[in-house]
């Protein structure tokens, strides 16, 4: 009932709006298809831009974070250390986090220090995700200390508001080892770029609108193959090359997002209704 009235209303939307602004073009191909009678004209895609002043210079971004924050403080505040592979996002369902758990843990196997880092909102959703963690860790329980929950950490429950606030949330982004975005369905998908803007390598879903915003910036992978998902993770690990060619194509690949550019396209489709 609530997606038929949802579906409902979204039509009404489209079809009284004079203009659409969609964030990419995976997007707009996806109303068009959808919406047959929408005329391509009245789409204008908005690319979303990353915040510069959160991350580190980029030819800085090794150094401790402005806010004098450091590795040390990871440890002490949230008890994780080097080296761990990130994520951050919300935890609903289509960010496809309990194949990244269980690709983790084959990944985990092979490397028994790697750890998981899951940061979101503490809700009922990352709640649910710890149970899948259980789950999978009494099949396959972790060599080294027999304990696979230990190894996947949720940052939320280690502070009293149930999120990490920004300063925190950069110096999780400043040492990560890589950041892996497992997502089924994006409009976007902005913590892939927040990524690379510190120098991180990140491996990602090919799913949706993630290659056409991480371009030639990502090592892909089939979201919905374990396997795959959990070969292409050791892969990056394994490759110091690798990452570091990663980190350079990120650079680069911010070039193509702003907030002054999103704000200019926007302007011209206000402008459309004169």
């Not at 009494?138 to 920004?166: C, E, H, M, N």
Request: contains cysteine; proline residues 5%; charged residues 30%.
């Amino acid at each position: 009932m609530k997606r038929l009235l949802y579906r409902i209303v979204f039509w009404l939307a489209i079809k009284r709006a004079k203009v659409v602004f969609v964030p990419t073009e995976f997007v707009k191909k996806d109303l068009l298809k959808e919406y047959t009678w929408l005329l391509e004209k009245r789409i204008i895609v908005t690319y979303e831009g990353v915040d510069e002043t959160f991350c580190l210079p980029k030819l800085d971004v090794k150094e401790t974070h402005p806010s004098g924050k450091d590795e040390s403080f990871l440890s002490t505040k949230y008890k994780v250390q080097k080296p761990y592979l990130l994520y951050v996002g919300s935890m609903y369902p289509h960010k496809n986090l309990e194949r990244l758990i269980e690709a983790f843990s084959l990944v985990a196997e092979e490397y028994e220090n790697l750890k998981l880092v899951l940061v979101g909102k503490r809700d009922f959703f990352q709640r649910r995700l710890r149970g899948e963690v259980v789950a999978v860790g009494k099949t396959r329980p972790s060599k080294k200390d027999g304990s696979f929950l230990s190894r996947i950490i949720f940052p939320a429950f280690k502070v009293k508001s149930g999120y990490v606030p920004d300063e925190d949330l950069a110096v999780f982004y400043k040492n990560a080892l890589a950041f892996v975005f497992p997502s089924l369905s994006e409009g976007f998908g902005l913590p892939p770029l927040e990524a690379m803007q510190f120098g991180v390598p990140v491996v990602a879903s090919k799913a949706t609108c993630i290659p056409e915003v991480c371009g030639a910036a990502a090592l892909y992978f089939d979201p919905e193959d374990v396997e795959d998902i959990a070969a292409k993770i050791k892969s990056l690990v394994k490759n110091e090359s690798l990452r570091e060619d990663l980190v350079t194509r990120g650079f680069k690949n911010l070039e193509r997002f702003s907030w002054q550019e999103m704000a200019l396209r926007t302007l011209k489709g206000y402008r459309m209704l004169n």
